[in-house]
């Protein structure tokens, strides 16, 4: 009889948003958003229309980002390149695809309140 193999990977999952890494993070590299416990480094991000943008979990707890705002994912969001959710481990990185529409924009993780941030698509 085989083993449904949902039946491994939730348990698996789960630990990995509860139990925090081993590991010690690295410090965010330049010209990427990193993430400090439970927050984003920064609220605020000005980027240029055309630029991608790079996260990086620098810290100790998994995270999972989407377009939103406190918790709430809105996928697809009018104007945001981020669909969907994107699960970070500790030292991961996620690169947005190009932001071309000039405005004001949110990204958000599904696991931490509060934690939200602001992406400025400017000229």
């Not at 590299?29 to 990086?56: C, R, S």
């Given at each position: 009889m085989s083993v449904p193999r949902i039946v491994f990977v939730v348990p698996g999952l789960l630990a990995g948003l509860l139990i925090p890494a081993v590991v010690s993070?690295?410090?965010?590299?330049?010209?990427?958003?990193?993430?400090?416990?439970?927050?984003?480094?920064?609220?605020?991000?000005?980027?240029?229309?055309?630029?991608?943008?790079?996260?990086?979990?620098?810290?100790?707890?998994?995270?999972?980002?989407g377009p939103g705002w406190d918790q709430h994912v809105y996928s697809p969001q009018r104007g945001n390149p981020v669909t969907g959710f994107h699960l970070m481990a500790t030292d991961g990185t996620y690169t947005t695809p190009p932001w071309m529409t000039v405005g004001k924009f949110t990204l958000t993780c599904t696991v931490h309140p509060g934690m939200n941030l602001t992406v400025i698509v400017v000229r």
């Open positions: 993070p690295h410090s965010a590299p330049p010209n990427t958003v990193g993430m400090i416990g439970t927050l984003f480094a920064k609220d605020t991000v000005w980027i240029h229309q055309g630029q991608e943008l790079t996260l990086y979990n620098s810290s100790t707890l998994v995270h999972v980002i």
